[in-house]
């Protein structure tokens, strides 16, 4: 039988990037989403100011969490495009494309974790980023869905 739910949901995103010179750059936010089970995989929509590519061009989200492999992707569509792959101890690229051009942007995934609780689901995501073949940080990317 297949198990199917879609609710509101709040989403809490918390970035931490050291780069190779030891900076580290730390981020926040919080939205408002909407959250769908199927099949053992967790859909999360949530929408993210568009920054400095377009401070009124609003970014959405999707977040896709598969429990039993550990695994996530997030595809990202409005004032920049791009989808990307995580999963432990491999490496994934794509093109990130802005209004100002494109680049390319590569993950290697060091670590993948997943909480799924009554009233909250964690994400742990700790990778390197590369733009444009170079590393260019360490990262470390939370998410809490309550």
């Known amino acids: 039988m297949i198990r199917e739910k879609n609710a509101e949901c709040m989403v809490c995103v918390r970035s931490e990037q050291i780069s190779g010179t030891g900076e580290r ?15 053992g995989v967790l859909y999360v929509l ?3 100011n568009g920054g400095e590519t ?3 061009a609003p970014v959405k989200n999707l977040l896709k969490i ?4 550990a695994r996530a992707s997030l595809k990202k569509s ?14 994934d690229r794509s093109e990130y494309i802005t209004p ?13 974790k997943v909480k799924k609780g009554q009233e909250k689901t ?16 360490d990262c470390r990317l939370e998410l809490e869905i309550l």
């Open 25 to 39: 750059q730390i981020m926040e936010t919080r939205s408002k989403g909407r959250l769908s089970e199927r099949e």
């Open 46 to 48: 949530y929408e993210e």
């Open 54 to 56: 377009r401070a009124d």
């Open 66 to 69: 598969e429990w039993g492999s």
């Open 78 to 91: 409005g004032a920049v495009s791009w989808k990307i792959n995580f999963e432990r101890g491999k490496r």
């Open 100 to 112: 100002y051009g494109a680049l390319e942007i590569g993950v290697e995934t060091r670590e993948v």
């Open 122 to 137: 964690s994400l742990l995501l700790v990778y390197t980023l590369y733009i444009q073949g170079e590393r260019q940080a």
